[in-house]
């Protein structure tokens, strides 16, 4: 989710709240502890040179239950970090501490903000000698939709 996007949702909702990939949602007394921006600049197995650029949002909790963040008050930690930081309208990534400190996308339900687990990928699957996978038609299997495609004994495809 682009940041502009995240800040037309601020504006239409009365409470922020956060739930975890697993369903959970984030205890409410959660804090923005850091808004920022990040920039990797990094090399593929292609051998490309390529460069990402995030909105980064930390959130954290602790025993401080009565803190609420509402969405205005996010809403002004943005505009000070776009005015400061120079921000831009970027992705936003999320860190989330589970067992280590989770990277996540953004969505949202309608009602709250999902974290969604990201995914690694190679970047560069034909110059870096991965094997494209084999359709169920190269793998053996007969086209019965071919011209000789009945399903006689002795024809294989059974």
Same mark, same amino acid.
């Not at 959970?24 to 090399?43: A, D, M, R, Y």
């Not at 000698?129 to 053996?140: C, N």
């Given at each position: 989710?682009?940041?502009? =996007? @995240?800040?037309?949702?601020?504006? =239409?909702? &009365?409470?922020? +709240? @956060?739930?975890?990939? +697993?369903? %959970? ?7 923005? &502890? %850091?808004?920022?921006?990040?920039? =990797?600049? @990094?090399?593929?197995?292609?051998? !490309?040179?390529? !460069? %990402? ?28 970090? %776009? ?15 589970s067992? *280590?400190?989770?990277?996540?996308d953004?969505?949202f339900?309608? +009602?709250? @903000?999902?974290?969604v687990? =990201?995914? *690694? ?5 034909? +110059? ?8 169920? &038609? ?6 019965? !939709?071919?011209?000789?495609g ?9």
């Amino acid at each position: 989710m682009k940041l502009s =996007k @995240f800040k037309t949702y601020l504006n =239409k909702i &009365t409470e922020l +709240n @956060f739930e975890s990939p +697993n369903g %959970e949602l984030i205890p409410s007394h959660f804090h923005v &502890t %850091e808004v920022g921006s990040i920039t =990797k600049n @990094f090399i593929d197995c292609g051998g !490309t040179v390529r !460069t %990402e650029k995030v909105v980064n949002f930390q959130l954290w909790y602790s025993n401080d239950v009565d803190h609420r963040l509402v969405p205005q008050k996010l809403l002004d930690i943005i505009a000070l970090s %776009e005015q400061k930081l120079g921000i831009k309208d970027f992705d936003i990534e999320v860190e989330y501490q589970s067992d *280590t400190i989770g990277k996540y996308d953004l969505d949202f339900n309608g +009602n709250h @903000f999902v974290l969604v687990a =990201k995914q *690694t990928a190679c970047l560069a699957p034909d +110059n870096c000698g991965i094997p494209v996978p084999e359709t169920k &038609t190269s793998a053996g299997f007969i086209d019965l !939709t071919s011209e000789s495609g009945s399903c006689t004994p002795g024809s294989g495809c059974c």
